[in-house]
């Protein structure tokens, strides 16, 4: 990772341990298509500098997107909830049953993104879900 973005993460970082609780990072995945269109996960890239600088585990395959869903940058709130509807799946279910997990993006619209990704987690036995972004739009 690059140095600013680790210095940019460490300076993101609350002053406690509260926001982490035993919890795993897990980021929100790219569809496998896009991902090798761009070449990286920035949400990825973002969960590893956080597990690199807290210690904490990063599960970047426990949370796949199972739908190449279209852009949702030109959709209100309603369409984007509809548009990420069932498109992603807990694939590793043994990695974040019971404990917290904290979902990383790398920005929060609406957060229909979010809210999807969190009833997954939920739903496969998740404790709790924390959700952590860089940016609001």
């Not at 030109?74 to 404990?99: L, Q, Y």
């Not at 929060?108 to 036995?125: I, P, V």
Request: aromatic share 4%; charged share 30%.
């Amino acid at each position: 990772m690059a140095k600013p973005l680790a210095a940019f993460v460490a300076a993101a970082l609350p002053d406690g341990a509260e926001l982490w609780g035993d919890g795993v990072f897990v980021p929100v995945p790219l569809h496998r298509k896009r991902r090798r269109e761009r070449g990286f996960n920035q949400a990825e890239a973002l969960a590893s500098a956080l597990g690199r600088l807290t210690g904490r585990p990063v599960e970047k395959r426990a949370l796949r997107r199972v739908a190449d869903i279209p852009p949702q940058t030109t959709m209100g709130r309603a369409e984007r909830m509809a548009n990420v509807r069932g498109a992603f799946r807990v694939v590793r279910p043994e990695r974040i049953r019971g404990r917290v997990v904290v979902l990383v993006d790398d920005v929060f619209t609406t957060g229909s993104t979010l809210g999807e990704c969190a009833r997954e987690l939920r739903g496969a036995g998740a404790a709790d879900v924390r959700a952590l972004t860089v940016a609001r739009a």
